[in-house]
């Protein structure tokens, strides 16, 4: 049985840092590909970042610069690094894994596993 659970998430004010986790479990594959999408009230839930087996790296325009995506494969464990953070990065962030790569990398529908999301608010 695959687990996500993310861990990070509060409420901070404008400009700080924020690191969220999230610890896969229950894999017999270790996840190929795996990202943070979040999902503000009344919006679509959107890609954030995602980083591959090969360690590469992907990140939204609008986060780029601030964010930073990691990834410790011996504990199967996927972080954000989030600095300066912006009213407008207010959302549920949720953390996705597949065993296979996905293509595009923000294709909801690409990602077999989700967490259940941690809130972070910035005010």
């Known amino acids: 049985h695959v687990q996500l659970v993310e861990s990070g998430g509060r409420s901070v004010q404008a400009g700080e840092s924020l690191k969220l986790s999230c610890l896969a479990a229950?894999?017999?594959?270790?996840?190929?590909?795996m990202g943070w999408f979040r999902q503000a009230p009344g919006k679509e839930r959107e890609g954030v970042a995602n980083i591959d087996t090969d360690g590469s790296t992907t990140y939204a325009e609008s986060v780029k610069g601030r964010f930073t995506i990691t990834r410790d494969r011996g504990k199967d464990e996927v972080y954000l690094q989030m600095n300066n953070l912006r009213p407008e990065d207010t959302a549920t962030y949720y953390c996705?894994?597949?065993?296979?790569?996905?293509?595009?990398?923000?294709?909801?529908?690409?990602?077999?596993?989700w967490g259940q999301g941690t809130q972070v608010t910035v005010s």
């Open positions: 229950g894999y017999t594959t270790t996840p190929n590909c």
């Open positions: 996705a894994a597949d065993t296979k790569a996905v293509a595009p990398w923000d294709w909801l529908g690409g990602y077999s596993y």
